[in-house]
């Protein structure tokens, strides 16, 4: 999991400055960005401006499959593994796997440990989503993101080509900012998918990115929810 670049002004107390998300244009540039990042992403970041978005998205997930059915799970995007911390409380009985560019967001990652002290990630792989998907096809239940699908070198068309991670009627989970969703043509990539019969009619959530009390609340992120044709 990734930044999904606030809509908000900076503010002075992140640990990183969040224009630097927005110039991020290029697999290169992302490696770099979170390179520097990583050590301080959980405390910098997410703890300090309640960054609630990527366990909102786990919530959704979990609402929406049998807490005890024992499902594959790919978390693109998974950064340091927020998501799939969350996700491993609520879906105790899942084998979840992660992807991510950076190596160093992957390296926090694989310290983070269940409640039965088991590692939350069973295999971690460094991708760049940019590329033919050679990771994994047609090999899991559930695909999750939240915040790795915005703009520049992951808009659109990376998003629809994770899709052949799935299974058959494998469920997607996918968060993207409202502000990219209308504007750099996520709503219209999804739609297309579906007349090319790659998935079911999606349905929207709006959901909030932050807790009260951050400088950056109010700011939103639609959930695509649908399922591999």
């Not at 560019?101 to 971690?124: C, N, Q, T, W």
């Not at 590329?131 to 915040?147: E, K």
């Not at 899709?163 to 993207?176: M, R, W, Y």
């Amino acid at each position: 999991m990734h930044v999904d670049e606030s809509d908000g002004d900076n503010n002075d107390n992140d640990s990183f400055d969040l224009d630097a998300a927005y110039a991020v244009e290029t697999p290169d540039d992302n490696r770099q960005l979170y390179k520097n990042w990583a050590a301080t992403y959980d405390t910098g970041f997410v703890d300090k401006n309640k960054y609630s978005y990527p366990k909102r998205i786990a919530e959704i997930c979990a609402a929406s499959v049998s807490a005890t059915s024992v499902l594959r799970v790919i978390d693109i995007g998974c950064g340091t593994g927020v998501v799939g911390v969350r996700l491993s409380e609520l879906l105790p009985h899942a084998v979840i796997d992660g992807a991510d560019i950076s190596a160093e967001m992957l390296r926090i990652a694989s310290g983070k440990f269940r409640s039965d002290s088991h590692p939350v990630y069973g295999e971690l792989s460094e991708v760049d989503l940019t590329l033919p998907i050679t990771f994994a096809q047609s090999r899991y239940d559930i695909l999750v993101s939240a915040g790795t699908f915005t703009h520049g070198h992951l808009g659109p068309d990376p998003l629809i080509a994770v899709v052949s991670t799935l299974k058959p009627d494998g469920q997607a989970f996918v968060g993207i900012n409202k502000q990219h969703f209308v504007g750099n043509g996520f709503e219209r990539a999804l739609q297309g998918a579906v007349a090319a019969q790659l998935i079911t009619e999606p349905t929207y959530i709006e959901i909030q990115m932050y807790d009260e009390g951050s400088a950056h609340y109010g700011d939103v992120a639609i959930v695509a929810k649908f399922r591999k044709a």
